[in-house]
């Protein structure tokens, strides 16, 4: 077996245990990709690529470059004064004053989907690379389910009168961020309405608005019907989709936890990985190899699903991020165009921190029925200067403990241990990959994102798909509309004896 890779950066992909040879796959592009791959490929990375449905281009990668929230383009000073700059510095040196003229000690983003996947994911995973000196601790939460489940927990550790909130939605019309946002005022009104007048004059909602909301949207017209002043509006372009919106002004709790100079590293990551999309031959192209390999598992081997499975814990988040990522992209079995379509396209895609799935589904991906694919994803090294010397070597112990058991669990998926004894028998034949970094940095984090992005990019141009729309996500919001009518007693209108039944009960 020859070692089969490819490189960006400090970002290593290794594909050596899939089971098709560079040729196999030179072939299968040429038969697979389309005609026209290279100038949809220049089109997207112009921010030019039309996603045809909506009816407006897709320009998520200029966020990388000329459309940076960092770059001020009325300053020459690289973005030092941009607005979103001047925000995360007011907030990180301790300036931002609350209603009662109390510094902001946490900040919490409030959103969902990517308007809160992409800022946590990457917030956790890059905060301790924050550098900019902070004048006083500065806290970020993130709060995105319907349920209000994050605000019982986050509440209670906060102070009105020192907590920023982020309303992060491209839309700002999601009823999932609403109602958290809604839930809040209530918090932040009975605290307001306690204090004197002196502190928030007679207008509890204004001095909160002012002083403790940011809004970031593409709908500027939204954020000003709902009270949020110019300045502490953060504006995206239409044509940033929302599951490609990190990079955007929707960052900001991202530079808010580990400052501007850190997303200005995350950012020279993916515009590198732009780079190397554009310019590296097939046979070196990360994203064009996981595009075609995965749509090769998917129609020659009949692989429904990839497992994403991350060996350092920095790396939490990404299974989740991935899942809106890919699914919300390609999980459609229409073409751009609106023809029907009755082939795999996008998998399943699901996943968890490897080490502990090791202790819960591993079981079932060494000896159970059914096939997967996976990527796997590990650090090799991993520096820890706030801790002392033999903390950080016995920590680093533990990085190459967490390295070995991923290379093991990988070649044990791929090649299996024969046994006539079945309980010990591992079937193995499982095509995986691997992207090893040598050291997470913010560079490198942002080359993986953007490699999984154009990933995704390229598998909807195989598959004829527009991977810039998500119609599949409004049903299910009207019907629960009504389904709410109903349980608030507003409407009638009955559903079947199983949800009707049920509504009773409430
Ligand atoms: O319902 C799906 C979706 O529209 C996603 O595409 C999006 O990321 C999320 O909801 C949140 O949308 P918004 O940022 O407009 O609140």
Redesign the pocket.
Known sequence: MKVREAFCGDLIFDWSYQFLSPEALQEFAAKRLPQDFSARRSELLDGRYMNVTEEREVSHVLTRGRNSVLRDTGAANGGENSKFARIVRRLRSGQWLGATGKPITDVVNI???????GPLMTSFALREFASDIRQHDLRTHFVSSMDGGQLYAVLPICDPETTLFIV???????S??FANVDTVKCWVKECFAELSDDAVGNDWLTAWLEHHVIGV???VEKMTNYGIPPAHQLVFEESV???F?LWSS?GLAIATTCGTRVFQRLLAGAAEMDEHFATAPLSENIPMLMALIGVYNREERGINNIAILPYDGRFRHLPSYLQ?LDM?SNGKQYTATGAALSAPTGPIVWGGFGPNGQHAFFQHLHQGYDAFTADFVCVLHRAAPQFSESVAAALNEQQKLSVANCLAHRRLMAFGKESETPTEHYPGGHPTSLFALKELTPESFGAIIAAYEHKVFTQGLIWGLNSFD?PG??QG?KVAIDTLARIEGKSEQSFDASTDAIIRMI
């Open positions: 959103g969902v989907g990517g308007s809160d996947l992060a939605s491209k839309s700002f019309g999601t999932d961020t949207s593409a709908n989709g929302g599951r919106s929707i809106q919300e998500q996500v409004e919001k």
